[in-house]
């Protein structure tokens, strides 16, 4: 068995005779069954990840198309979007946006068209390699205009339901891609990073003016204490937060002793600091003097002295006379900091709610390049970019800087690194700034309630996502951030008049007739260029410059795969939504979220019914697999070494396809090639060989008619057809890795127990009817088995299939018979040849025998060397005690219920059984002979020996009958072909042998 050439030769074979074209066109006009492929970027070479999704992704059309239906599997490419663009950057020298507006976005949007591809003939060698068919010939690909076209009707489609909106408010940015990013872009990214927090003091403006009956500071200065965790967003202060129920306390600073003495000389005398009473621990576990306690409504209205005073002497600033004061505030708790928040409503989500309630002024001093404009004077044209040699654990360097102008200016408190969790752009590794600016979205809010209800539609594999992490996702929903402020993507179709007037084009054809222009693709630097005359004033409409996050793309492939609705209407009906879909757990929040809330906004309803949620392949130490470590094997080495079969059952038995990780294990797949494949092997060489020594012929549907047969026949259809009752119903349950599962033991059964105990059927039998059973068992056997595993070890089966069942046909002319086991129906159950009992009693007589060898293993009795009695504690099927009396090698088994143990074996050895345990030596002895002689396993031979003549007085007869010897001399035999002088249990014994 060489499985790694098979398979290349079995590749041939369904590329010479488009097996897999046929598998879906010999469906034609039978019922669809819907799968969408979630499609992968050409710009890297296949991964593990890629290959557990492929796997998965094939035994599931492999098996349903066997169950009848007609399957198509459409092969995407994935070309949009910033992993693409960050690629054409690194290979362009770019490092920031201005640069690729510098160079041209026609330029720089040919140059990622050119690099998205690049990699396609890599992945095409190694999916046909896995097995996976799919048509990769007629694939569609995001960049296409069809596909872009369906977009833009699905975007208009949304329009006009009223579920897109513009607004301004805060959102996560990449300042080095210099754009927006959706809620599960940013879920992505979260790293735990060490920051430097400051606690900052904001000088409260009426000293001594009346405010003593409330106890602000007399004498010195009173300062309000602030903790922020990024020093950088300091000039943008406007306001304080407290909250109003709080308990606010005001402490003195003589016996005040901070932790570190440094910062504690730096601390004026006589000032006085407030902060919440319960934050007091942040002054460390020294003295301290609280001077008095109130609540924090009396804080309510006070102004403080701005920290910097570029804006706030800018009376020209919206909203001047409300900043620089204290405020209440809900979200204001005293689980960290100081109970006091410092208020930038340009960066936080919090901050910019109750700037917009408060009627705050807005400072927004960072660009969203993440450069400092040029009022702040101090930090102007500074970079947030934490650019330490590259090392994004390094605190922001301006963090620093922020700092040491606080120090100078009397302005700090404390400070300290503070390690916390942070979102960082998923593609570029650059932290992420909260930032407010404008930004289209879907609203997913208005269709929550609906996307909840038709999620119950959907089953899941593992069922606990479905309430769990999807569902968890969906409740938590919020409206979809679906601008990008970048070039290489589906752009939005909005064009917009200086008058306000909009308009959104849902198909190409709207825009050409609206512009009088003809439009040839629908990328950025085409349509920028497309105007539009307005219909409410002389102006001119212009297309809003942001394009669509590339998750607007993936959640519309059901649609824009088949350039619905400009085409193929009829076939998108019959195929939405589809029945299946598979990817990796980070899909829960991204292109299944995405699809289900498209598809409940266009379709109301679900976008698939059952979806497979695979888990990650990690390096067998549970590392993840690094390239740089090569701590993994290159899986194309694996296909040569194992074949790709014994991948895929592995990858499929394994946890990974029910979203559990997998610590890979080359180990594994060698046992599992051992133990399944060469096992299974073996029994199908056993039958050919024999089969064609008999010149056996198979009957056509042969199990119909009833033949007089075996236990053991009877036992091996029954454990097949429990076998594939199991297999059908695992895989109706999406539950890859029970079906896949099931096949070893049925295998072990097989091998090691039925074949193991018919041998003699097949070669020494008389019998041409018993034989005839034999055969055609275990012939049915191996076909239907090749037809169960075909889905799952495709290449395996198809040779045993061709080899057993088509090679015959062909013989004999039949047409009827498929030329692949892919063209196949799947076994469905027989569920009148199902004996449970049978099955239990079977099981039983396994284990009684495991259990007696393993008492003859313990007292080191070999299995030759018969013994007298197995007792054992329970009833076994009578039929069945002669085979465990022959594995066993006792003369009796009895039943004795009192007994202690299950299993007890008389181990006393008396003169005779030794010598008929000899007698075994010797026939092993003389059939190893045989074999060394060359003879052929029918052979009919002359035997002569000299020694243990006892044994022979007693066991000759027997001694013949196993060697097939004809005739036996206790001498010499003349002209003998083969002799050997050997040595039985201490003793000499020499014999000859001569084929007659
Ligand atoms: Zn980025
Ligand atoms: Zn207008």
């Keep these: 068995m060489n499985a790694p050439k098979m398979e290349e030769v079995i590749l041939e074979v369904w590329d010479r005779e488009k097996i897999f074209e046929r598998s879906v066109s010999g469906r034609e006009g039978a019922k669809r069954y819907s799968f969408y492929d979630g499609p992968p970027f050409a710009t890297g070479t296949p991964h593990y990840g890629h290959i557990v999704a492929s796997v998965m992704k094939d035994v599931v059309p492999r098996y349903w198309t066997m169950r009848g239906f007609q399957v198509e599997r459409k092969w995407g490419w994935d070309c949009h979007g910033l992993p693409i663009e960050n690629i054409a950057e690194k290979a362009l020298g770019i490092t920031r946006k201005k640069d690729i507006e510098a160079m041209g976005v026609q330029k720089f949007n040919d140059f990622c068209r050119s690099t998205v591809l690049q990699y396609v003939d890599e992945w095409k060698k190694v999916i046909r390699r896995v097995g996976r068919w799919a048509d990769m010939e007629h694939s569609y690909k995001t960049m296409d205009r069809d596909f872009m076209e369906s977009v833009w009707w699905v975007f208009k489609e949304l329009w006009d339901k009223g579920l897109i909106y513009e607004s301004y408010r805060s959102m996560h940015i990449c300042p080095r891609c210099e754009t927006t990013l959706s809620q599960s872009e940013v879920a992505e990214g979260y790293k735990d990073i060490k920051d430097l927090s400051v606690v900052a003091k904001f000088e409260i403006k009426e000293q001594g003016t009346g405010n003593n009956e409330q106890g602000m500071g007399e004498e010195g200065k009173t300062y309000l204490l602030a903790w922020t965790t990024t020093p950088w967003t300091l000039p943008g202060n406007v306001a304080l937060a407290i909250h109003r129920d709080t308990v606010y306390c005001e402490i003195k600073n003589e016996k005040l002793k901070m932790k570190n003495e440094e910062e504690y000389s730096k601390i004026k005398q006589g000032e006085v600091y407030v902060l919440a009473k319960d934050r007091l621990e942040i002054l460390g576990d020294e003295t301290y003097e609280v001077v008095r306690e109130f609540k924090g409504s009396d804080l309510i209205g006070k102004s403080y002295k701005p920290l910097f005073d570029c804006y706030s002497k800018d009376e020209k600033l919206p909203n001047c006379e409300n900043g620089w004061k204290i405020y209440a505030a809900e979200f204001v708790n005293t689980e960290e900091g100081t109970g006091i928040v410092h208020i930038a409503p340009a960066f936080g989500e919090d901050d910019m709610e109750l700037g917009k309630k408060e009627n705050l002024p807005f400072v927004q001093h960072v660009n969203m390049d993440g450069t400092i404009k ?107 951030s679906i601008s990008r402020q970048r070039y290489w993507a589906s752009v939005m179709p909005i064009w917009k008049c200086e008058c306000g007037e909009m308009r959104v084009f849902g198909s190409v054809r709207e825009l050409e007739e609206a512009s009088g222009k003809e439009v040839p693709d629908l990328h950025k630097h085409i349509v920028d260029e497309i105007t539009v005359p307005c219909e409410q004033c002389d102006g001119v409409m212009r297309r809003v410059p942001d394009v669509l996050d590339t998750w607007f793309d993936s959640g519309s492939m059901p649609y824009a795969e088949k350039h619905y609705p400009f085409e193929n209407a009829e076939k998108f009906d019959a195929g939405f939504p589809a029945e299946f879909i598979a990817e990796g757990i980070d899909q829960t929040r991204a292109w299944f979220y995405y699809l289900h809330i498209i598809a409940t906004a266009l379709k109301r309803k679900s976008a698939f019914h059952h979806v497979i949620v695979n888990g990650i392949v990690l390096a067998e130490d549970g590392k993840k697999m690094s390239k740089k470590l090569k701590n993994y094997p290159d899986p194309m080495l694996l296909f040569d070494k194992y074949g790709a079969d014994a991948m895929r059952l592995y990858l499929l038995g394994s946890p990974v396809v029910a979203a559990e990780n997998l610590n890979f294990s080359e180990k594994e797949i060698s046992e599992l090639e051992r133990n399944v ?75 090691n127990w039925y074949i193991r105990r018919n041998r003699k059927r097949f070669w020494k039998n008389e019998n041409d009817s018993d034989k005839n059973v034999a055969y055609q068992t275990l012939y049915d056997v191996l076909v239907t088995l090749s037809k169960l595993m075909a889905p799952f070890t495709p290449f395996l089966a198809e040779e045993m299939y061709r080899n057993l069942s088509l090679r015959h046909s062909r013989e004999i002319g039949n047409p009827d018979v498929p030329e692949s086991v892919h063209l196949t129906d799947f076994p469905v159950a027989d569920e009148s040849l199902i004996d449970e009992e049978l099955n239990d009693e079977m099981r039983k007589a396994r284990e009684t025998v495991r259990k007696g060898l393993q008492r003859r293993a313990d007292d080191g009795i070999k299995v030759r060397q018969p013994l007298q009695v197995l007792s054992i504690k329970y009833d076994v099927l009578e039929d069945l005690l002669d085979i465990i009396k022959e594995e066993v090698n006792v003369k009796n088994i009895v039943v004795n219920k009192e007994q202690e143990s299950n299993v007890v074996l008389d181990t006393n050895i008396t003169p005779e059984l030794r010598l008929e345990g000899e007698a075994r030596e010797i026939i092993r002895a003389i059939q190893e002979g045989r074999k060394k002689a060359g003879f052929n396993v029918e052979d009919r031979i002359a035997l002569g020996y000299s020694g243990k003549e006892k044994v022979f007085e007693l066991f000759g007869d027997m001694i013949a009958h196993e060697v097939l010897a004809t005739e036996v001399v206790s001498s010499e035999v003349a002209e003998a072909e083969y002799t050997e002088a050997t040595n039985i249990e201490g003793e000499s014994f020499n014999f000859w042998l001569k084929r007659v």
């Design 374 to 480: 040029s009022e702040v004077t101090a930090f102007a044209g500074r970079d947030l970019s934490p650019k330490a040699k590259g090392k994004v654990e390094e605190v922001r360097e301006i963090d620093l800087d922020v700092k040491k102008y606080l120090d100078e200016h009397s302005l700090l408190f404390t400070s300290e690194k503070y390690p916390h969790s942070y979102p960082h752009c998923w593609r570029c590794d650059t932290p992420l700034l909260n930032y407010a600016t404008s930004s289209w979205f879907v609203k997913v809010l208005a269709i929550k309630e609906n996307a909840l209800e038709y999620a119950k539609d959907i089953e899941w594999v593992p069922t606990h996502i479905k309430e769990g992490r999807f569902g968890k996702w969906l409740e938590g929903a919020r409206d979809w």
């Design 677 to 751: 494949f060469r096992m299974l092997w073996n029994s199908y060489s056993f039958f050919t060989l024999y089969a064609n020594v008999d010149k056996w012929e198979p009957k056509v549907k042969s199990r119909k008619s009833k033949v007089e047969s075996s236990i053991l026949d009877r036992w091996i259809v029954s454990e097949l057809q429990l076998l594939i009752k199991e297999v059908n119903k695992a895989m109706e349950a999406y539950e890859l890795n029970r079906a896949a599962r099931v096949f070893a033991p049925f295998i072990d059964h097989l091998s």
